[in-house]
C-alpha cells in the first residue's frame, strides 16, 4: 500500500511568516499534485510536478518535486489570511493492490491576521 | 455545465435510511471519481467510472455502498441502510483524461455533507 504522509498536520502562523508543508512516500510518483480546500468546498487543483528537482512557482507558492519523485514540498512566504485551508498533495499509485489516485494525510494551515 | 455539480450540499439521514447522492460531471469528461472524506483528513478513494463502466470499486466500504453512472455522464452513490459512520463529506470529481493517473488533477465539486443521526 502506498501512502503519502503530509507534515505538519497543523499550522497556525502569524500574517508574514513563511512556511513550509511536506509530502513524503515510499514509493515513486510520476506526477505529484496539490490542491488548496477550503471550507465546504472541494480541493482545487494548485499545481502539477512532473520532473524530479523540479521547481514551480505560483506567486508567492513554491512548490519542489524531490530527485528521486518520492516528496514534494510546499512553501509559503509572507503568508496570508487568505492562504488558510487544507493542503492537500495527491498522486496517482498502488494502494490496497490496485492502482488508483490517492490524496496525503492533508495540512491544515491558519494564518491570523 | 461549466464545472462539477453535487446535490444535495447537506443531507440528514436516520440511521437505517436509504440516501442518494448526484453527480453531475464536467461535459464530455470520461472519467468520474467518488471519494470520501472525514472532518480535517485527505479524500479517501471509493470508485472510478470510465464513461459507463465501473472500473474500480475497490473503496466502497461495504456492499451498503453502491454507484452508477448508466449513460455515462450522471453518476449516483447510493447508500442503503445508512450507519453513524457513514457521516462524511462525499466528493465527486471528473476528469478528460482516461484513467487514474491524472497528471494534470481532478475537477471537484463541493461535496455532500452526509450526518447521519
Known amino acids: 500500500t502506498q501512502l503519502l504522509e503530509q507534515s505538519p498536520q497543523f499550522l497556525s502562523i502569524q500574517e508574514g511568516e513563511n512556511l513550509t508543508v511536506y509530502c513524503n512516500s515510499s514509493?515513486?510518483?510520476?506526477?505529484l499534485q496539490w490542491y488548496r480546500q477550503e471550507p465546504g468546498e472541494g480541493p482545487v487543483l494548485l499545481v502539477t510536478?512532473?520532473?524530479?528537482?523540479e521547481v514551480k512557482k505560483l506567486k508567492r507558492l513554491t512548490f519542489q518535486f524531490g530527485d528521486a519523485r518520492k516528496d514534494s514540498s510546499l512553501h509559503i512566504t509572507a503568508a496570508q489570511p487568505g492562504d488558510t485551508g487544507l493542503y492537500l498533495c495527491?498522486?496517482?499509485?498502488?494502494?490496497?493492490?490496485?492502482?488508483?489516485?490517492?490524496f496525503g494525510t492533508g495540512t491544515r494551515l491558519k494564518v491570523l491576521a | 455545465g461549466a464545472g462539477v455539480s453535487q446535490s444535495p450540499r447537506y443531507k440528514v439521514a436516520k440511521r437505517g435510511q436509504d440516501v442518494a447522492l448526484r453527480c453531475d460531471p464536467i461535459?464530455?469528461?470520461?472519467?468520474l471519481f467518488w471519494y470520501q472524506q472525514a472532518l480535517g483528513q485527505g479524500p479517501e478513494f471509493l470508485t472510478y467510472?470510465?464513461?459507463?463502466?465501473?472500473?474500480?470499486k475497490s473503496g466502497l466500504p461495504s456492499d451498503r455502498f453502491f454507484a452508477e453512472r448508466p449513460e455515462g455522464s450522471v453518476s449516483t452513490l447510493k447508500i442503503q441502510r445508512t450507519q453513524q459512520e457513514d457521516s462524511a463529506v462525499y466528493l465527486c470529481?471528473?476528469?478528460?483524461?482516461?484513467?487514474?493517473?491524472?497528471?494534470?488533477?481532478?475537477?471537484f465539486g463541493s461535496g455532500t455533507r452526509l450526518t447521519v443521526v
Open positions: 470529481a471528473s476528469s478528460l483524461s482516461r484513467g487514474t493517473q491524472a497528471n494534470y488533477g481532478y475537477t
Open positions: 514509493s515513486v510518483f510520476s506526477s
Open positions: 510536478v512532473v520532473t524530479g528537482g
Open positions: 495527491a498522486g496517482a499509485g498502488i494502494t490496497s493492490g490496485t492502482y488508483k489516485y490517492i
Open positions: 461535459s464530455g469528461h470520461v472519467s
Open positions: 467510472f470510465q464513461n459507463e463502466a465501473q472500473l474500480d
